[in-house]
């Protein structure tokens, strides 16, 4: 067992830290490049890569559904071609993986890998691609990581190949070639602002960069072959939009207060304010209390709060959120939190307990016998430590659920909230110690609390589990079987609060006090609430957390309303994949929209969206399903929901690009649709919607988070009047 608490505990240290920094950058692996003459007209591209001790890199060969395997991507040109796959030069080892339940390839120390290519044209050219992989530790922490590579080669040595291969390549190949460099014609024209009510925020005019303030400009897109970009110099950029890390703000300053009902601190409550009031100078007793209680919040937020602000010097707040964005929608980030939390539930029922080394309180504990201010703090830090065994799974919880979002201040926010909730209590009864009286006395309810924490880590922890599902399309937890694992947790929970069920450290329950009556009824309340969404029902109040409703096997509301009004122009791409929410039609690809829209004669409503985006959840649940926005959106819009999440959809090869943000290759259609997003409007989060015409033109400010009805009314009804002055048709 102890060794099981040192392995916990090194786990929990590597999540804070690594949530906390949300975006440490590590190098474990060292590569470098040459090129080897295989014939006349081929040559090999040859990549040795050092690896550090004790990491190892997962070979291209590693099977899908385990570990990340290698995957070296080498941008096409018009004087070269790949030829077959890599070559993995040396045999990896090969170890039956547990977790994944396979076996699984990588190499340690070093590996070489080939890749045959053959010249085109002989003339010099350099060869660029991009290699991504994972490598992990002997402990089982995995990084990973994304090289860029660009080797040139001496191609004027090598003999042309066929002829036919370098004067002549057929219309069907031109559309199967990668646009490395996308043609992007931008048209600036001036705009008639006469024509545009100055009540109306338009959306149209903008200032050209270096021109007089007066003068109006419109910018539009004329798309050449495939170009992923919808619009340029949006006039909008940096308008931020209505997030407010309020509410995660109060639900850490509740689990805080929660974590005072704890049998690790609530016993510690009468023990400190006496420290604090047995002196003679009660003035000074209380400036001391005071100062504890700072000190408590102190010693939880600046740690992190040090963390983030180290990772924006070095990275920048983009690196960040990327970063973040990766943490709160990468399968393997979401399962370790979920695995993360089923540990915390069950430390909560009293299968083991998260404890620190005795020496660390022993030391610290010293430390709080100086006196003074400094005595004061050490004297909080033994409380923080002490205390870990049932505020550390509280902590952990709050810090995994601050990456979702992609907000780079919601950790500090986070643990502010937490920690104001642990220490206003103390502060309060130190000022106030004959409130002391009014407390309960410590017993058997005090694991009850803990218990019941565990019930809620446990339901928690599924939308990790969700989140990854949802992502990769595995489709092992649907809204159905997610709905039904949450009812079974809360009716025993009902059942725990009842004394029908109990756990190893729970006294007998002899009789139900008022307190817990209300809890019961309110946990069982929840539960025949949570029971017609089984049915289809929206439960709003939970939109977020639960799965979407397009993943619902049996939704009444979707087989009786039957199919859209809304005639589209063709089939959409990706639709075996995608749904969008209410039974609405729509593209999950730019150019099927464009084209759509220029058919039907309508505006594009686009939205940027992601399968673990909570937020984007709410307002499909809370606005697109009010009767006059979904009127709206069936009848006047053409809808393209781009997901910048989606982890296994490929676009077809005519439809890759490199990016004009980072110079990478996009294939997915996440990636793609995330690259969209930050080229055209400089904003890497959801919900972010934008109301164009075919020609690339904004029509309305773009809108993010907001729940208000009429407000999004508003931004659609904008729209369409501005694309009415645009095409008066």
């Not at 690196?319 to 399962?335: E, K, Q, R, V, Y």
């Amino acid at each position: 067992m102890t060794h099981l608490k040192k392995a916990i505990f090194v786990l929990l240290l590597f999540i804070t830290a690594v949530i906390g920094g949300e975006a440490q950058i590590e190098k474990h692996t060292f590569w470098s490049y040459s090129v080897e003459k295989a014939s006349a007209s081929e040559f090999y591209l040859v990549f040795k890569v050092k690896i550090d001790p004790g990491w190892h890199l997962y070979a291209p060969s590693n099977p899908p559904g385990g570990s990340l395997p290698l995957s070296i991507e080498i941008a096409q040109s018009p004087y070269y071609q790949t030829e077959g796959k890599t070559i993995e030069v040396e045999t990896p080892k090969k170890v039956f993986d547990e977790i994944f339940q396979k076996d699984e390839y990588f190499y340690e120390h070093e590996a070489v890998f080939k890749q045959k290519i053959k010249v085109i044209k002989n003339i010099d050219f350099e060869v660029k691609g991009t290699i991504d992989g994972q490598v992990c530790y002997e402990n089982g922490r995995c990084i990973n990581f994304t090289e860029d590579f660009s080797v040139p080669v001496k191609g004027s040595e090598y003999k042309a190949a066929q002829a036919a291969q370098t004067t002549k390549v057929s219309e069907s190949k031109k559309q199967e070639q990668i646009n490395i460099h996308p043609v992007h014609q931008i048209k600036v024209a001036q705009i008639d602002t006469n024509k545009i009510s100055s009540k109306q925020d338009t959306g149209l005019a903008i200032i050209k960069q270096g021109a007089p303030k007066d003068t109006a400009t419109k910018v539009s897109l004329k798309p050449t072959g495939y170009t992923p970009i919808l619009v340029s110099n949006n006039p909008w950029s940096g308008v931020e939009g209505k997030k407010s890390l309020g509410w995660f703000f109060w639900i850490s300053f509740l689990l805080g207060l929660a974590a005072l009902l704890t049998p690790c601190v609530f016993p510690m409550v009468p023990m400190t304010v006496a420290f604090f009031i047995k002196g003679k100078d009660k003035i000074r007793g209380r400036i001391n209390a005071m100062i504890y209680g700072i000190s408590i919040v102190l010693i939880y937020t600046v740690p992190i709060a040090i963390l983030v602000g180290i990772t924006n010097v070095l990275g920048g707040e983009n690196l960040s959120a990327d970063f973040a964005n990766w943490l709160s929608t990468h399968w393997l980030p979401n399962i370790l939190f979920f695995i993360i939390f089923l540990i915390f539930a069950a430390s909560f029922f009293g299968a083991f307990e998260l404890t620190l080394p005795y020496k660390w309180v022993n030391k610290v504990n010293k430390k709080s016998e100086q006196g003074g201010i400094v005595g004061i703090f050490f004297l909080a830090f033994t409380l923080v430590l002490v205390s870990f065994s049932c505020t550390g799974p509280i902590v952990g919880g709050i810090l995994v659920e601050s990456t979702q979002g992609g907000m780079i201040m919601k950790p500090i926010i986070g643990m502010l909230g937490f920690s104001l909730g642990v220490a206003l209590p103390f502060t309060l009864f130190a000022l106030f110690p004959e409130f002391l009286n009014s407390l309960p006395k410590s017993g058997g309810w005090l694991n009850s609390v803990k218990v019941v924490l565990g019930f809620l880590e446990l339901a928690l922890g599924l939308k990790f589990l969700s989140v990854a599902d949802q992502t990769y399309h595995w489709g092992i937890l649907n809204r159905d079987v997610y709905l039904s694992l949450w009812i079974v947790i809360f009716s025993l929970m009902g059942l725990y609060l009842m004394g029908k069920i109990k756990f190893a450290h729970d006294t007998e329950v002899k009789h139900i006090g008022i307190i817990r009556l209300f809890f019961i009824i309110i946990t069982f309340s929840f539960v025949v609430w949570m029971i017609p969404g089984l049915w289809g029902a929206p439960l709003r109040a939970l939109s977020g957390y639960l799965p979407p409703k397009t993943t619902q096997e049996f939704d009444i509301e979707r087989m009786t309303m039957g199919e859209s009004s809304v005639g589209l122009c063709d089939k959409p791409m990706y639709s075996d994949q995608l749904e969008l929410p209410h039974n609405l039609k729509g593209y999950f690809d730019v150019y099927q929209a464009l084209n759509c829209a220029k058919k039907q004669k309508k505006p594009i409503f686009v939205d940027f969206t992601g399968h673990g985006c909570v937020n984007c959840r709410k307002m499909e649940e809370y606005v697109w399903s009010d009767p006059r926005v979904l009127k709206i959106l069936q009848n006047d819009y053409i809808i393209l929901s781009l997901y910048v999440d989606d982890k296994v959809i490929e676009t077809p090869k005519n439809r890759w690009f490199v990016s004009l943000a980072d110079g990478k290759l996009k294939k997915m259609l996440g990636k793609q649709n995330a690259d969209i997003q930050i080229v055209n409007f400089d904003k890497n989060s959801q919900p972010f919607y934008v109301l164009i015409d075919w020609q690339g033109n904004v029509l309305a400010r773009p809108m993010e988070y907001d729940t208000d009805v009429n407000d999004f009314i508003k931004f659609l009804e904008t729209g369409k009047a501005n694309f009415k002055k645009l095409h008066p048709f």
